[in-house]
């Protein structure tokens, strides 16, 4: 596979991620971008788009502390994207022959004298280190503004950036020569505190918590629907009818195993269930802070749905303490990333009842998630890494995408596959002004995993799919208060064409030249999203974050990519188990067998019909019309697309790999 940077042509979107990547120096044809001009200039890589004069709020108060990293060159970098490439590629001769964490450390991570060199330099500074993996990619520290602005020349300012103030350099941050040499890049700004968890709720924005429900799901009322059509509502005429499908109430694992395709895959294997389950795989799931009550909440959830029982060998996490928490104001705190820790283990839980699930917190939702990754990178804990968590659009600086990418080149090359969410504000064009996919889904080194509409029958059986994208518009006095489809959107699976990666060789003759125009297009595949046909999760939800006191226990309904990567991860756990073999970073795998296997992924298009849902809000009583397949300005087409990739991921694919690729 090749992945290489190029000079950009998308001037539009030059101009707009501003300082952020216009002053990277080269833009070559390696996997990762340009380090600075040479090992002794500033670090113009890592001024962000959003630290313009326009945003200036003037200088950062010197005792505020704020949280840095800087990141290392590879020592071979052209020859950790060859053997990315090799490992993961079918036909070639090195596919499947991954590294150990320790093998790849010792060939490509930078050298233990020049990291150290940084990290005394730093501590020198009176900065305190926060995170120093195994692989030596990157440090994290913390120190104050004034310090900070000593050891970088940075003068630290505020910034407004979409009404909320963050700390960044307003000047180009610079190192001394002498411990230069080898550092790719450096982060003095608060923007990786910007990474958010991408879920959603139906109700969302205008209720105080999710549909709740103490057990299982109450006997559906017209209100919601447990499965797709089992109740119409009546609505003002729209799209040539009068009623409509009430949204769901939540989807069940066993609906969703149904639906993906699990019953058939367990007859294929003699009705042997325990085949199909994912056993013998670990999937690893990475968010930040974590849950005071996971494990007790998976296995009463467990036993609502009829799922296995949790242990401590299935079910590990390796989390900070509540004391190390950190950031959690812009973070979003404990109570705000729980939702989505529960939403991930219960959906590997409920595709791959089997699997071990691993789950690593961070400590806060920047350079913690970084740590967290590099945990289970380092020791390979797990060949299946889901992250349903993302940045807004490519808006970041320079060299934090360049070292993030390092850390997914040591995944790739030890045979471990990354799935991200797409995001779930659609072509980003709202917040950014320009379109463009979420990083780091857009990454050609990972799975980038967009999100659909779901449609279950009675039987549990597939009806329909079509991609993500809601629009909502509210029904007073009989009459909607806009035109169709409605003014509000409320979510829709990210995606689009990147302006940093070049078109990954895996895409060519798959990807449509009049949709990438040789750019990387996220996402590859993509599975159920929309919380309006959502998945019931189990949660005490946190309460307080200082204490981390709990309400009861509960079933809610969530939805968002950050559904649709657990999803995809546990149904690629049990294509593991089936097939017998690892597939590591499993894009080239994916596309090849879209390719020979059509129908292994189901191709989502836009219906013959509009399709939409009734929404009555279970707190506030409001009704809607929600017309679904409105995903901003990305379309779902035939064959690939924009919104949901390549198709829908199936438990079909564990079938079509099994035999093959070798």
Known sequence: MSASFKPRTFVSKILAVGAATACVVALGTTGAIASPISPDTPYPGAVPSWAQPANNEGAAAAA????GEIYFQLRDLKGAEALATAVSTPGNRSYGKSLTPSQWISKYSP??????????????????????????????FRGTVAQLNNAFDAQLHNYNFKGTTLVGPSKTPTLPKGVS????????????????????????????????????PATPTPDCSNYFGQYQDTVPAAYGKTSFPTYLCGYTPSQIQSAYGRPALTAANHGNSSATDGHGQTVAIIDAYASPTMFSDINRY???????????????????APSEFMDQDLCGGPSGWQPEQSLDVAAVHGT????????????????????????ILDHKLANIVSNSYGNVGEALPADVIFGEVNIQLQAAGEGIGLYFSSGDDGDQAANLGYTSPDFPASSPWVTAVGGTSLAVKQSGAYNFETGWGDYRDQIVNGAYVAP?????????????????????????????????FGRRVAPDISSLADPYTGYVIGIS????????????????TYGGTSLASPLSAGQMAVAQQVSGRTLGF?????????????????DVMSPKTQQALAFTNPTTGNKYLVSLNMDTSLKTTKGFDDVTGIGSMSYRFAQAISGNHR
């Open 484 to 516: 169709l489809p409605g003014t509000e959107f409320r979510g829709g699976a990210g995606g689009g064409v990147s302006a940093v990666f070049a078109q990954p060789a895996y895409q060519k003759g798959v990807v449509p030249t009049s949709l990438a």
């Open 541 to 556: 939800p946190i309460n307080n974050d200082a204490t981390l006191t709990t309400d009861p226990f509960g079933i809610q």
């Open 302 to 320: 467990s036993a609502t749905y009829g799922l296995p029982q949790m242990t401590s060998r299935t079910y590990q996490q390796v989390v900070p």
């Open 352 to 375: 791959a009842p089997g699997a071990k699930i691993l789950y690593v917190g961070g400590f806060n939702c920047g350079g913690g998630i970084d740590v967290a990754m590099s945990k």
């Open 111 to 140: 050298t233990q004298k020049s990291y150290s060199s940084v990290v005394k330099y730093l501590k020198s500074q009176g900065l305190v280190i926060t995170g120093s993996p195994d692989s030596r990619l990157f440090v994290v």
């Open 64 to 67: 505020d502390t704020v949280e």
């Open 181 to 216: 040499a080898e550092v790719s890049g450096v982060s003095v700004d608060q923007g990786s505190l910007l990474t958010h968890p991408n879920y959603a709720t139906p109700g969302g924005g205008d209720q105080p918590t999710p549909q709740a429900r103490t057990a299982r």
């Open 586 to 602: 499993a894009n080239p795998v994916i596309y090849a067998t879209g390719k020979q296997k059509p129908g292994t992924f189901t």
